[in-house]
């Protein structure tokens, strides 16, 4: 028997420009729906006639860009969600998923270039809508976003085992690339300027933490944005440790003043953690990921 079921249109890109006059604005989405309601027979029975399919999903994104402004995933995301809602009588629950590829215009002497742009790096901007018929739930978060501080980060005093063999740091270089996930307590929210906001507090955080580990800065990372947002109800990171090891230059006859490293890609180590407001039912790190980007 089937214990559940879910259909959607993935990676659907979409580039919206907003022209006005000579200085365009531009938005660039990757777009995923997933649909989730009562379609069993379409699966035990090939009925399809409650089944949208997934090229209208395709097709609706395009058309509601167009039909009206785009100006940021998360209101986006909503206007798909109430949009399929309203009109697929089988759906009980939609999810859209959206990540933005931010680009900032080019500087031409001292004025900004009103229809010329550069991509703005490897992070990505992204925000989750879900909507069943009761409740709209919204999260917004940021991925692959690089960040290296050179000093005040160490790691010492942990367990030893007989396999141990990594020596004590008081100066080590932390490095990782954070994907953060939050959600927020409502949709009474500016969503550009928030996400702005709080993308800043995570790196002031990460900047000004004297770190004794991975996970101590992180915390400080996730708890200054709850003492700082109050629309935000929890907050998860991830924060692989992207190792960055000094080379020992006494082999050369040179002498080692903690400035020369290899980067490594890998093995690294990976953590994560999850901090909620102190009322109501905490959530799970799984738990916000499903629920959140």
């Known amino acids: 028997m089937l214990a559940g079921t879910a259909y959607g249109k993935s990676d659907v890109r979409l580039v919206k420009v907003t022209r006005h006059g000579d200085r365009d604005d531009l938005i660039d989405l990757t777009v995923a729906v997933r649909f989730e309601g009562d379609y069993d027979e379409s699966y035990t029975n090939g009925d399809n006639s409650d089944v949208l399919p997934t090229d209208t999903m395709k097709n609706t994104v ?5 039909s009206g402004p785009v100006e940021g995933p998360e209101e986006f995301g909503v206007r798909l969600c109430r949009h399929f ?3 697929n009588r089988r759906l009980s629950r939609v999810r859209v998923d959206l990540s933005e590829q931010t680009w900032g215009r080019i500087a031409v002497g001292a004025r900004q270039h009103g229809q010329a742009f550069v991509r703005d790096g490897g992070a990505l901007r992204t925000a989750t809508v879900q909507q069943d018929r009761g409740k709209v ?3 917004a978060g940021v991925t692959d976003l690089v960040i290296l501080k050179s000093a005040r980060s160490s790691f010492t005093g942990f367990m030893r085992d007989e396999f141990t063999t990594l020596p004590d740091s008081l100066d080590r270089l ?4 954070l994907t953060a996930s939050w959600q927020y307590r ?5 969503f550009g300027q928030t996400w702005r906001a709080i993308r800043a507090l995570l790196l002031e955080a990460f900047a000004d933490h004297d770190s004794r580990s991975v996970q101590h800065t992180l915390h400080a990372m996730a708890q200054s944005v ?3 947002i109050d629309a935000v109800t929890a ?4 924060m692989p440790n992207k190792h960055h090891l000094p080379i020992d230059l006494s082999r050369f006859g040179l002498m080692n003043r903690n400035e020369i490293f290899v980067a490594t890609a890998e093995p690294y180590g990976l953590i994560e953690a999850t901090l909620v407001r102190g009322e109501g039912e905490p959530q ?4 916000l990921r499903a629920a959140g980007p």
Not at 62 to 66: G, H, I, N, T
Not at 284 to 287: I, M
Request: glycine residues 6%; aromatic residues 4%.
């Open 62 to 66: 395009y058309a509601l860009a167009a």
């Open 226 to 228: 709850l003492d700082n």
């Open 284 to 287: 799970t790190g799984r738990q």
């Open 186 to 190: 409502d949709a009474d929210v500016e």
């Open 137 to 139: 739930r919204i999260g």
């Open 235 to 238: 907050i998860h990171l991830i």
């Open 85 to 87: 809602m309203d009109r």
């Open 174 to 177: 932390l490095a990782t690339s």
